[in-house]
């Protein structure tokens, strides 16, 4: 899976703690 930096974002402003780990992770 390939997440890019400005859905990571996007998601970090909309669930920071969820997101985090996910975009940390990949």
């Known amino acids: ?3 890019e930096r ?3 974002a ?3 402003t ?3 703690t ?3 780990g996910y975009c ?3």
Request: hydrophobic fraction near 40%; include cysteine.
């Open 1 to 3: 899976m390939h997440v």
């Open 6 to 8: 400005r859905e990571c």
């Open 10 to 12: 996007y998601c970090l």
């Open 14 to 16: 909309i669930n920071t």
């Open 18 to 20: 969820i997101c985090a």
């Open 24 to 26: 940390m992770t990949r």
